[in-house]
């Protein structure tokens, strides 16, 4: 006999209809932990879309952050992020040493900081960090390549930057950054088919992108092709993302405008560049260039001076010196160029070679004979555009007129690299021609070197105006007999 409920439900199908809410209760605990799981996986991969939706956005990446991106794609960096992320990895790293990918995050923030301080203290951390990176199994980690690379040219070891950067490429052939770095070895061992072929590798993988701006604006600068240098950085300033972005290529402007004799635009574009950035020592010194040939002299050496006081980069000891020089005051000028002998020590014990900026400080300042070893071997070992025209002038005033015009000659020739119009190569090539005899090349050398920038050296300038004033005009000839 079956018994049956109020509702007329038998005991039997009382228990399978209890069974059965349980299935379905189970069923549906199941289906509501999959629909958790899986908006926590859509959520996540919706916090890596960019924020298109209403709302409040997402927050701001921090330093580190900001700076990794930059890092990693190429581009400048603000000094207070690389701190962050310099922090940030090495703190990750203790506790996860074998991840390689950051371990070449952290070199590349190391030369990038490196090069933004002019600190030679930077260059034996990064390579630690970069080679640890491949030690990690990683061997053809492209960032780490490119990493060692750009080290290599901030030390001004081109044939390393080439292996390095040839190396990259091998790793990654898509990776515009990797043909990028290539640029600046290319340029330092004067391969200039080479600098060709890697800019348009670069334009053809990132056309748009402001750092390849950047970059092919200074490869039109030393062809001589100035109006469109000075158009592609402008629209690299225009597009930059970041202020210390923005910031460097503003500075980069301002040294074209200062070479083409644009004085009142230089100083514009590098009081912008500091006012984007005020860790942009580079735009500073731009500053204390253009105000010393607008005649602000005191304003110049305080450029300079804190310029300095952040970034004591040799190149900018040198302009320092020359300017006291030109101003009468030599005490200070030689105590600039000893602490210029002093840095470039301490470069090179941490791995850099420093031997062009020596080398013209021996030339003009103190022993040419000592120039000119140390400049036949960097040109035996990279053969540049600035080592030959420092070479040339060198061997010019320790007595080898001859062999310094071939010298010269390069580094004036646009066929052989020497196209960038500089106004002291030109000088140089000029003044020596004079010595020899050669009194047409000289004047209209000399007169060149003029034009393109009446003010490109407080020392310079007025040697080149007494030089022509001595060779005086061509002689007017009369008609044939």
């Known amino acids: 006999m079956r018994v049956t409920g109020a509702a007329g439900v038998t005991e039997r199908e009382t228990g399978r209809g209890w069974r059965s809410r349980r299935g379905w209760r189970s069923r549906r605990r199941r289906v509501l932990i999959a629909s958790v799981a899986g908006a926590a996986v859509l959520g996540g991969v919706l916090m890596l879309l960019p924020w298109e939706g209403g709302g409040t956005p997402p927050p701001a990446p921090g330093p580190a952050a900001l700076a990794r991106g930059a890092v990693t794609a190429g581009v400048p960096a603000a000094l207070g992020d690389l701190e962050a992320l310099i922090g940030d990895r090495e703190t990750h790293l203790r506790a996860h040493p074998l991840d390689g990918a950051s371990w070449a995050v952290l070199g590349t923030a190391y030369v990038e900081q490196g090069r933004r301080t002019a600190d030679p203290g930077n260059w034996p951390k990064a390579e630690k960090a970069l080679r640890a990176s491949l030690k990690t199994g990683a061997r053809r980690n492209p960032q780490a390549l490119e990493g060692l690379a750009a080290l290599a040219v901030a030390r001004r070891d081109f044939p390393a930057a080439k292996k390095w950067g040839e190396s990259a490429v091998r790793a990654a052939p898509k990776r515009w950054t990797a043909h990028a770095v290539l640029i600046g070895a290319y340029t330092g061992l004067g391969d200039h088919r080479g600098v060709g072929r890697a800019l348009d590798k670069v334009m053809e993988l990132r056309p748009e992108a402001p750092a390849v701006g950047a970059l092919a604006a200074a490869v039109y600068r030393d062809r001589g092709w100035r109006e469109d240098a000075a158009a592609r950085i402008s629209d690299a300033a225009a597009g930059a993302g970041a202020p210390a972005e923005r910031a460097a290529y503003l500075e980069q402007a301002g040294r074209l405008a200062f070479e083409r004799g644009d004085r009142v635009e230089a100083l514009r574009f590098f009081q912008e560049a500091l006012r984007t950035d005020s860790d942009q020592r580079a735009a500073q010194a731009g500053q204390g260039r253009v105000l010393a040939a607008l005649g602000r002299t005191t304003d110049a050496l305080s450029a300079y001076r804190a310029a300095l006081a952040k970034r004591p980069s040799p190149e900018y000891a040198l302009e320092l010196g020359e300017l006291y020089e030109s101003l009468g005051l030599g005490q200070a000028a030689r105590v600039e160029y000893d602490l210029l002998r002093q840095r470039v020590r301490v470069a090179e014990a941490a791995g850099a070679d420093e031997r062009l900026v020596l080398g013209r400080l021996e030339a003009d300042h103190g022993d040419p004979a000592a120039a000119v070893r140390l400049l036949r071997a960097e040109w035996g070992r990279q053969p540049g555009t600035a080592v030959a025209d420092a070479l040339g002038w060198a061997l010019h005033l320790a007595g080898a007129g001859g062999e310094a015009l071939e010298f010269a000659a390069i580094a004036t020739d646009g066929d052989r690299g020497g196209g960038a119009r500089s106004a002291l190569h030109l ?48 002689p007017v000839e009369g008609p044939p007999g």
């Open 427 to 474: 000088f140089h090539r000029g003044v020596i021609e004079k010595e020899l005899d050669r009194s047409g090349p000289a004047r209209r050398h000399l007169r060149e070197a003029l034009t393109i920038n009446p003010s490109f050296s407080p020392l310079r300038v007025p040697r080149a105006e007494a030089a022509l004033a001595e060779l005086g005009e061509p």
